[in-house]
Every structure is written in structure tokens, then in C-alpha cells.
């Protein structure tokens, strides 16, 4: 998170980086000998902006029309976890669906950017699994209450297992992405879907919200979606990026 708050993350400083261990010889001593605990590749980002019914698809699924202008609403950094960490659901909670999707992170301050420009403000693109509290969801639907308490509770963003950098991906590339639970694959889909692409979630975002070094932008999720349960195993997966795989715990 620092790197990226103080502009260090970058593609030509990792490189002299890399350049500097080889030439000395240093990369055969990063050798980790043992398994290790991975930390979530961001931690307490500004904001964590998502999209609801970026995929035609899932719109369908979920008995609505597919939005004119994007659908964004916020989930709490508090919930961040990494990979191989527990999903803890509480037991009176009812139906909670886990969502693949593909999250871009923002490497610099970011307002009024047009779409032409906003890959020069991208940090890299990581994995998210928007945990969904569906029951508790379609109650607030019902209220006309925001989404924000049903996608935010604690351990309810996974995101993992890296970032990888713009120079390998670009903002528009179709990237395939899954979803499995037990090995069961429940979304499929492709990044060619979205409807709204990444540079015009950066221009419509950035045009109302400064977004921040490190911010989160999550594109939204395929159809497909299921219920998990306590000793269930989830893999979320985009192409070029890797498998996020996260467990589910009742609390306490």
C-alpha cells in the first residue's frame, strides 16, 4: 500500500529492482523454504468501489435490466482478507453467495480523468470475491436500503492473490474468469462481457468521487451465482491474474 501511496509502484522501478538482484545474484536467496502466510495484496484502501449488474447475464438472473449508467455502491475496507483466510458467515444471516470478479487498483489520485486517460492511473488489476449477505440483501432491496451492510461485513472481500502490473494487462483485455466451490464450477464467464469497460468506470467514477492511491474498483460479477456454506471451498480465478481460495467458517 505504501509503494503505491508514495508512487514507488512502478513498472520501471521494479525492473531495476529485478535487474539489481540478478546481476548480484540475490534472487537465489529469496528462497522460502516453507509455507507462509500471504497478506491481502492491499490493505485499508480509501474506499472499495463496486458495480452491481455490470454483466448482462447476471442483471438477467437477478430479474433486472441492464443499467444505462453504472450501478456503484461501496463495501468497507474493514473487510478485507487475504488468500487462504475463512469467510465467517454468522448462522442467522440465511442465503450468502460468494461473486468472482476482476478488480483494478488505483495508483494515483484520480479526478475528472477521461476514459482516453485512465490507464496512466491504474496500479494493476488483483482478484475480488464480493461476498454477498443475499438474504440480508434482498430485505434492504425491499426497504429501498443501500447494499452496503449485506457487502461489507468482516472477512466479506477477499482479494488476492497478487497484483499483477498495467504492463501485462491492458484495461480493456478479455480475461476469462471463474468461480468454484469444492471444485464445482458455478460462474464462467469472460471480462469481454462488462458493460461498462474499466476506463469508463474510471471516467464516470472520477468525474463524482476523487478516487485514491490504492482505492479498489471491483467490475462487477457473472451470472451464476450460488449459496455457499460453513466447510465450503471457494476458488475465484481471472485469467493472467491467478486463483484467489478462501474457506467458510460459521462464527464462532
Request: charged share 25%; with cysteine; glycine share 6%.
Amino acid at each position: 500500500m505504501e509503494l503505491i501511496q508514495n508512487n514507488l509502484f512502478d513498472v520501471e522501478i521494479f525492473a531495476e529492482v529485478l535487474l539489481f538482484l540478478e546481476r548480484h545474484s540475490f534472487l537465489d536467496r529469496y528462497i522460502v523454504p516453507c509455507k507462509v502466510k500471504v497478506n491481502p495484496p492491499i490493505n485499508n484502501p480509501s474506499k472499495i468501489i463496486a458495480l452491481g449488474l455490470n454483466y448482462a447475464d447476471h442483471a438477467e438472473e437477478s430479474g433486472r435490466e441492464a443499467p444505462k449508467e453504472p450501478v456503484i455502491f461501496c463495501k468497507a475496507p474493514s473487510s478485507i482478507i487475504g488468500p487462504e483466510e475463512n469467510v465467517v458467515i454468522k448462522p442467522d444471516i440465511g442465503r450468502v453467495d460468494p461473486e468472482v470478479e476482476f478488480a483494478v487498483i488505483i495508483g494515483r489520485k484520480a479526478k475528472n480523468v477521461s476514459k482516453d486517460d485512465a490507464s496512466h492511473y491504474i496500479a494493476g488489476y488483483t482478484v475480488l470475491n464480493d461476498i454477498s449477505a443475499r438474504a440480508m440483501q434482498s430485505a434492504d432491496f425491499e426497504l429501498r436500503n443501500p447494499w452496503f451492510r449485506s457487502k461489507s461485513m468482516d472477512t466479506f472481500c477477499p482479494i488476492g492473490p497478487c497484483i499483477v502490473l498495467p504492463d501485462e494487462i491492458s484495461p480493456t483485455e478479455e480475461l476469462n474468469l471463474e468461480m468454484k466451490v469444492n471444485g464445482e464450477v458455478r460462474q464462467k464467464s469472460n471480462t469481454k462481457h462488462l458493460i461498462f469497460k474499466v476506463p469508463d468506470l474510471i471516467e464516470y467514477i472520477s468525474g463524482m468521487i476523487t478516487l485514491e492511491a490504492g482505492d479498489i474498483i471491483s467490475t462487477g460479477t457473472p451470472s451464476g451465482i450460488a449459496p455457499i456454506k460453513p466447510g465450503d471451498i471457494m476458488e475465484a480465478s481471472v485469467e493472467k491474474i491467478g486463483t484467489l481460495r478462501n474457506y467458510v467458517r460459521y462464527e464462532g
